[in-house]
């Protein structure tokens, strides 16, 4: 059992900031990578932000130079701080998590509720 909850999203206005957080707890021996997608109305789901559990990171292209994404691995907690915001990044934000279930030790991706960004022009 890993739960992943998410806060810190909004409403902001162009050129804007905001940090979101994401807190895993439950039964798990590990979280490997660790990450942000996004999802806006009628659009597919992409990945914003990843990073290893040894801090290497990937970002889409969209948000390279604006978003930074990193973690507290003492705390289990991803973070995404979120700058120079567009419009365009206006989706529902969801953590995502590659954990080692305590339980029956299986390797799976476990995901968020979600949060909302809205970004206004």
């Known amino acids: 059992q890993v739960q992943l909850v998410e806060s810190g999203g909004g409403l902001v206005q162009a050129g804007g900031s905001l940090r979101l957080s994401c807190a895993a707890s439950?039964?798990?021996?590990?979280?490997?990578?660790m990450g942000w997608f996004r999802q806006a109305p009628g659009k597919q789901r992409e990945l914003v932000a990843g990073?290893?559990?040894?801090?290497?990171?990937n970002y889409a292209d969209s948000v390279k130079g604006r978003f930074t994404i990193s973690r507290d691995n003492a705390k289990n907690t991803v973070y995404l701080q979120m700058n120079s915001l567009k419009p365009e990044d206006t989706a529902v934000y969801y953590c995502?998590?590659?954990?080692?279930?305590?339980?029956?030790?299986?390797?799976?991706?476990?995901w968020g509720q979600g949060t909302q960004v809205t970004v206004s022009s």
């Open positions: 995502n998590a590659e954990a080692v279930e305590a339980v029956r030790g299986i390797v799976d991706d476990y």
């Open positions: 990073i290893t559990r040894g801090g290497i990171t």
């Open positions: 439950g039964s798990f021996f590990a979280i490997n990578a």
